[in-house]
């Protein structure tokens, strides 16, 4: 079986009984390709000149890091989806554009995903890692 979408939902109150807020994700990986549920626990990190290993690539260590919880591919560092201890949610989604793709090697988009929920405690600072590590 060919993977046919890769979607995001999320559901906010007043759409939902008892004010909750759900997040879901399909993943379009294929069928047969391991996808776990894992937790890391929250770590303060006392070594500021230690660098962390993302799939491809090494970038800075911070000082603290949130406890989170992913669905990733087996092979992969980052996640396809996630929350942290926070409360903020984020899912991995292909996004096609023109630009000419680069040979070297860099974070993913699903680096990002674990990224953002280990370093931020709300969704606006996840999206504010997102971006400063893009840049």
Not at 83 to 95: D, F, L, M, Q, T
Not at 116 to 131: F, H, P, S
Request: aromatic share 8%; hydrophobic share 45%; charged share 25%.
């Amino acid at each position: 079986m060919e993977p046919f979408s890769c979607d995001t939902f999320v559901a906010l109150p007043p759409a939902t009984v008892d004010n909750r807020i759900i997040f879901g994700k399909n993943s379009d990986r294929l069928y047969d390709e391991v996808q776990e549920v894992v937790y890391f626990p929250a770590v303060v990190h006392d070594n500021l000149g230690e660098r962390l290993k993302c799939t491809y690539i090494e970038i800075d260590q911070v000082p603290e890091t949130y406890a989170v919880v992913l669905s990733r591919p087996a092979w992969l560092w980052g996640a396809e989806m996630g929350a942290n201890e926070h409360g903020v949610c984020i899912g991995n989604e292909a996004v096609w554009g023109r630009e000419e793709v680069c040979d070297e090697e860099a974070l993913l988009g699903m680096d990002l995903v674990r990224l953002g929920l280990e370093r931020a405690d709300t969704a606006e600072k996840a999206l504010n890692v997102i971006v400063d590590l893009l840049e």
